[in-house]
């Protein structure tokens, strides 16, 4: 009788004694938390929320960032980076920008340095430049408008973006506000994520 019980209880999943009903309880809800905390710590985090930001000095709520400097002939980027770097922060961060750096617990200041346009492929017909890197050099410091404390500095900050055109590439980035803007836009996006990830 007792080999006919076993036989049962193993074919239904094993005995029915307290201490297994413990033990499989036990590793139950051992691997739904370890499952849980997995795929807690793989989940986006928006920066200034639960993310990197944080670490930004607490003080730190409001952001300006005025007109960069330039020390190059494409003085059209210095126009439009400021403003795509404004656009990048308040899409992924919860800092707030501010116009007047007096009115801004920090202050962000660029001077773009160099920018330098490669041609990196050509048409085999016309022989002409199909695809290029834009090269942007910037000094980028982020200060404590109230210490003047140095929170984010790099002196030789570069962005590297490629780009397919169909045009004269000195041309396209001479002439084009579009190409400026794009550029710009491309080139806020590194420069936020280098001062996010600095933390």
């Known amino acids: 009788m007792n080999s006919e019980r076993l036989a049962l209880e ?3 999943g094993g005995p ?5 009903r413990s033990l499989s309880r036990w590793f139950v809800a051992t691997a739904w938390c370890f499952s849980s905390l997995v795929m807690a710590s793989c989940g986006y985090h928006v920066a200034g929320g639960a993310g990197k930001a944080d670490l930004v000095p607490k003080n730190v709520k409001t952001i300006a960032i005025p007109a960069f400097n330039n020390a190059t002939t494409r003085y059209k980027l210095s126009d439009f980076l400021p403003e795509a770097i404004t656009r990048e922060f308040i899409s992924r961060t919860r800092y707030q ?4 750096p007096n009115q801004a617990d920090a202050v ?8 330098f346009v490669y041609p990196t492929v050509f048409d085999p017909k016309t022989n002409r430049a199909a695809g290029v890197q834009a090269i942007v ?11 003047n404390a140095i929170i984010f500095n790099r002196p030789n900050m ?13 041309a396209y980035f001479d002439e084009s506000d579009v190409a400026m803007q794009r550029l710009s836009r491309d ?3 590194t420069v936020v994520s280098a001062i996010l990830d600095n933390f």
Do not use: F, H, K
């Not at 029915?16 to 297994?20: E, G, H, L, Q, V």
């Open 137 to 147: 050099q910037m000094r980028i410091t982020l200060r404590d408008r109230a210490t």
């Open 97 to 100: 920008i501010v116009n007047d």
């Open 187 to 189: 080139v806020a996006r």
């Open 108 to 115: 962000l200041q660029g001077t773009v340095v160099n920018v």
């Open 10 to 12: 193993e074919a239904a």
């Open 158 to 170: 570069e962005s590297r973006q490629n780009y397919e055109i169909s045009v004269n590439p000195a």
């Open 16 to 20: 029915r004694d307290p201490i297994w």
